[in-house]
Nanobody
């Protein structure tokens, strides 16, 4: 069982920055891939970014490429999402997710059904 807790969301003006954190329980965090997803009101959940277990491979949605950065600290059991140049369309609830079914996988996947555990989410609101 893995528990994930996001933090760092809030209200920011367009062009601003935020850093989200997601801390995981358990002792195997360093062995599984992590992802960030988001869901805006009235829309389906969408992929944002993913990292392999080591952080050596990362994958981003086209909509955030060049603005968002995913990173992880396997000592602190934490994955981060650094968000810069925020736009109003980035407004959503952001979720982190853990892909525990394949440990030490070399794939950073974007499909939400590939993830096994999810956090409760943190709200990000970008104002104009």
């Amino acid at each position: 069982q893995v528990q994930l807790q996001e933090s760092g969301g809030g209200l920011v003006q367009a062009g601003g920055s935020l850093r989200l954190s997601c801390t995981a329980s358990g002792r195997s965090f360093s062995s599984y891939a992590m992802g960030w997803f988001r869901q805006a009101p009235g829309k389906e959940r969408e992929f944002v970014a993913a990292s392999t277990w080591s952080g050596g491979s990362k994958y981003y949605a086209d909509s955030v490429k060049g603005r968002f950065t995913i990173s992880r600290d396997n000592v602190k059991n934490t994955v981060y999402l650094e968000m810069n140049s925020l736009k109003p369309e980035d407004t959503a609830v952001y979720y982190c997710a853990a892909r525990t079914r394949y440990r030490y996988s070399h794939y950073a996947v974007s499909t939400d059904t590939e993830y096994d555990y999810w956090g409760q989410g943190t709200q990000v609101t970008v104002s104009t």
